[in-house]
Each structure stands twice: as structure tokens, then as C-alpha cells.
């Protein structure tokens, strides 16, 4: 197995983990991304997530890291 | 508060003001005892915090802040704490029309009682909050009802704090981790897990899971050796989850890697607004409405619990092994609803 497979791995049970969470808060906050939007949204926010005590606090993050985004490419 | 005087009987009723707004803003973070309150203020203010005869000053103050400002200070004799119950005139905070909305629509989504660990700190911060708001602003929120609220997760079982500490702990010391689980096919006594544990995250339900590599399972059941499984967080029993001495290597155990394939039918697909719910995921709209999607998966079992959401109206048609998971569910539910 190389580092590579591993950071495939890696990001494959990251994006797995945390797309259900994500793909609610897209659907309920109405930000339309797509899937691959949505796997930059979760690996941009992955280390915030990783503090995450709760589905609560997990949404803020996204929440932010979204808004963050928006602003970036404005 | 201030006499007229020289510039020492002016400074010294600055420092006694000072002080005591110190105070209250110390017991604004809790109940303390005296020798808490003491130690804060001289912390805060250095020499010019409490004199030698400190427990009297204290008292004085307390005096004060009731006399002139109408604080409620009452005092718990059993475990020897002051508790902040009013601030009378220094509720310095009010609150325009849409702060008051959001603070009863905060209260509508996190009501009292609700056992989740971030429901009784976000209680905790609210009735805070309340606290500063003079007493008609208070009474005001109470008779207030929101008409919206946040669905987050009230089903939720209640997470163990100390559980989410020591696995919070391994994952980051990359050392392995035992618990005793109970899952869904442990009737009744829980069994002992080892595993490799790598992270956690949160599902819209409210649920929290340890995503984890089973490297044992006593006494053994039908998990499979290296797969990755999601565990539920409120279903590790508290009291007994341990860090392991053992590192972990570097290079996580892969986990079996599924292509799958699922159709939707044109009732579910023809507003050709799909979700995603897995990683590489690739939907394709046919012409007869129904879309097919493809994506990457790890995890079976959470596959199948997402996939259910659309009923009859999706199809799985690979993995062969997710095919056989939705046959026995197939056969659960028409035994139960033939």
C-alpha cells in the first residue's frame, strides 16, 4: 500500500463520514452544491470538524467554511 | 458610591466600584465560595484587591451590591457557594426585537431537559444571557414562543462526555482503543471491541459515531476483521472504554472498497436535482426520467441506511453484497407487513 492509497483512503472515508451531515445542511440552507463541491466543502472543513462535539456545533462549521468559500470567490 | 474629596478618596472609590463590578462579573460564571471570590479579585487587581480583613470587606460588598444595585446574592450553606440569582440594575444588557426573536427561537430549539451534552451548554449560555436582561426584558422572553425551531438531532441518544473524551484521546495519540458496544444484534450484554480508531462525525439524525477498523471483537460476532465500522457514540457503555498502549502504524488498514450502482425512479429523479450521499458520486439522467448513480463506498451498512430514505424507489444493483443486505430487509419488511 502506498502514502497515496492511503491518503485515498483517507479522504474516501472522510468525504463518507461526513456527507450526509453535509448534504442535509446543503439541502436544508438551500446551497445547491453539487457533489464535488461538497467533497471540497468537507475536506476544507475537516480539521474544525474534528472538534465537533455535536451534530449542532458540526453544522456551524460547515455553515462557516460555506459562507468562508462564498467569500473567497466573490 | 463616591464622596467629594481628594484625589486618595476618589481613587479608593474607584477601586471599592471596580472591585465589585469584578465580583459580579466572577459570579456571573458561576457560584463560588468566599475564598474563590478572594482569590479572584487579588488576582484580578493585584495589591489593590482585597485588604487583610478580606471576608469582611467581601461582605461589605455584598451589602452594597444589594443595597445600591438591588443584586439577589443568596448563600448555599451546605456547599458554602454564593450564587448570583438577580442582577438588579446592572442588567446592562438589552436586546433589539430580532435578538430577542433569535433568543426565543434558541430556547425553542434547546428546551429544558434535553439531555444532549451540547444542549446543556447551549441551556447553560442562554440562561446566562437571560440573566444580564433587565427584569422586563426577561419577563417578556418568558412569555415569548417562537414559531420557528431547529431540528437537531432530538432523537438522539445521550453521548457519555467522558466516552467522547477518551475517544477523542486515542484518535488523537493514534493508539488503539477498547470499549464495550452494544449494537443492534447484542440482545442484551454488550460486547468487548479493539479497534483503530480514526475519527468521528455527526448524521443529520443527531446521531455521533466513531469511524474505527475492528481489530477484535470479544466474544466474536459477525464483524469482519480490518472492515470500518461507524460505531454509535451513546451505545459505547460508559465507564470502561480505555486507551491502549499500543501505536497505531501510520498507514490505516484499507477497509474493502465498493463500487455502487443504484437507479432512482423518474418520480424521485425528473427535477434532475439529485443529492449525494456518497463519495464519487456520478448520476447520469436517462431519457425515460430515472437516473442511475454511481459512487465509491466503504461502509455497507450506512449505504443501505441512506438508500432506505427512498423506499421503493430506488434499486440497488451493485455491490452484490448491498444487494443481499437490501434482500434480507426485503424480506423483514414483507414479513411484517404481509
Known amino acids: 500500500m502506498t502514502l497515496d492509497d492511503h491518503t485515498e483512503t483517507r479522504r474516501q472515508r472522510l468525504v463518507e463520514g461526513w456527507l450526509p451531515l453535509a448534504q442535509d445542511a446543503n439541502q436544508q440552507y438551500g446551497w445547491q452544491l453539487d457533489g464535488p463541491a461538497l467533497e471540497v466543502l468537507i475536506i476544507t472543513a475537516a480539521p474544525a470538524l474534528a472538534e465537533a462535539q455535536s451534530t449542532f456545533a458540526a453544522r456551524a462549521v460547515f455553515w462557516q467554511v460555506y459562507h468562508q468559500q462564498a467569500k473567497d470567490e466573490r | ?338
Open chain 2, 1 to 338: 458610591m463616591s464622596q467629594p474629596g481628594g484625589g486618595g478618596t476618589k481613587r479608593s472609590s474607584w477601586l471599592t466600584f471596580r472591585r465589585r463590578l469584578l465580583l459580579v462579573r466572577a459570579l456571573l460564571r458561576g457560584p463560588a465560595t468566599s475564598a474563590d471570590l478572594i482569590a479572584e479579585i487579588d488576582a484580578e487587581l493585584g495589591e489593590q484587591g482585597y485588604p487583610e480583613a478580606a471576608a469582611s470587606a467581601l461582605k461589605h460588598d455584598f451589602d452594597a451590591l444589594k443595597g445600591e444595585y438591588g443584586c439577589s446574592i443568596t448563600y448555599d450553606r451546605q456547599n458554602r457557594y454564593y450564587h448570583l440569582a438577580d442582577l438588579g440594575e446592572l442588567a446592562l444588557l438589552d436586546l433589539p426585537q430580532p435578538c430577542m426573536e433569535a433568543l426565543a427561537f434558541l430556547e425553542a430549539s434547546f428546551p429544558e431537559g434535553s439531555g444532549l451534552p451540547e444542549h446543556a451548554n447551549i441551556r447553560e449560555l442562554l440562561e446566562r444571557v437571560v440573566l444580564l436582561l433587565p427584569p422586563a426584558r426577561q419577563a417578556q422572553h418568558r412569555r415569548r414562543r417562537s414559531t420557528i425551531r431547529l431540528g437537531v438531532g432530538r432523537g438522539a441518544g445521550r453521548i457519555d462526555s467522558d466516552v467522547l473524551t477518551i475517544d477523542k484521546h486515542a484518535i488523537e495519540e493514534r493508539r488503539e482503543l477498547a470499549f464495550d458496544y452494544l449494537s443492534t444484534f447484542d440482545a442484551e450484554k454488550p460486547r468487548r471491541h479493539r479497534v483503530a480508531p480514526y475519527g468521528i462525525t455527526f448524521r443529520p439524525e443527531g446521531h455521533g459515531y466513531l469511524d474505527a477498523t475492528v481489530l477484535e471483537v470479544t466474544p466474536k460476532g459477525g464483524e469482519a476483521i480490518h472492515a470500518a465500522i461507524d460505531y454509535r457514540l451513546d451505545r459505547i457503555v460508559p465507564g470502561n472504554a480505555e486507551v491502549l498502549p499500543t501505536v497505531l502504524p501510520p498507514l490505516r488498514p484499507t477497509p474493502p472498497n465498493y463500487q455502487l450502482r443504484y437507479t432512482l425512479v423518474p418520480q424521485v429523479a425528473r427535477r434532475h436535482d439529485i443529492a449525494a450521499y456518497f463519495p464519487n458520486t456520478v448520476i447520469t439522467y436517462l431519457d425515460d426520467g430515472s437516473a442511475e448513480v454511481r459512487a465509491t463506498v466503504t461502509n455497507l451498512w450506512q449505504t443501505r441506511q441512506i438508500l432506505l430514505r427512498y423506499g421503493d424507489a430506488c434499486r440497488v444493483h451493485e455491490p452484490a453484497e448491498l444487494v443481499a443486505l437490501f434482500r434480507n430487509t426485503a424480506r423483514g419488511l414483507a414479513e411484517l407487513y404481509a
